[in-house]
């Protein structure tokens, strides 16, 4: 069965940083795309960042560019999300989710990933 727990959340002002971590329990699939997802109170889901397991990162939300930077390791079966430059508007319930491959950046990505942590608070103050 596979689990992904997310930590890191939290609250920090505007132009703080937070970084937030996904452990996958398993790797349904021998390669994988791990990425993170946000959803701000009254918005619709959206896709932040993903990454495969070989490494290539696709953006799908313009708005975290030169901020937002993911990686992995493997070996641990974890996701980050390194979040520089916050504000207020970033603020949201982040996920990280599963997905046999990183789909482009268009449409909705969200169902491409059929696993799914529980989510993070991330709140950013002005």
């Known amino acids: 069965q596979v689990q992904l727990v997310e930590s890191g959340g939290g609250s920090v002002q505007a132009g703080g940083s937070l970084r937030l971590s996904c452990a996958a329990s398993?790797?349904?699939?021998?390669?994988?795309?791990m990425g993170w997802f946000r959803q701000a109170p009254g918005k619709e889901r959206e896709g932040v960042l993903g990454?495969?397991?070989?490494?290539?990162?696709?953006r799908y939300a313009e708005s975290v560019k030169g901020r937002f930077t993911i990686s992995r390791d493997n070996a641990k079966k974890t996701v980050y999300l390194q979040m520089n430059s916050l504000k207020p508007e970033d603020t949201a319930v982040y996920y990280c989710?599963?997905?046999?491959?990183?789909?482009?950046?268009?449409?909705?990505?969200?169902?491409?990933?059929?696993?799914w942590g529980q989510g993070t608070q991330v709140t950013v103050s002005s």
């Open positions: 989710a599963l997905g046999p491959f990183c789909p482009g950046a268009n449409g909705a990505v969200g169902r491409f990933f059929k696993y």
């Open positions: 398993v790797y349904p699939y021998s390669s994988n795309c």
């Open positions: 990454i495969h397991t070989l490494g290539s990162v696709t």
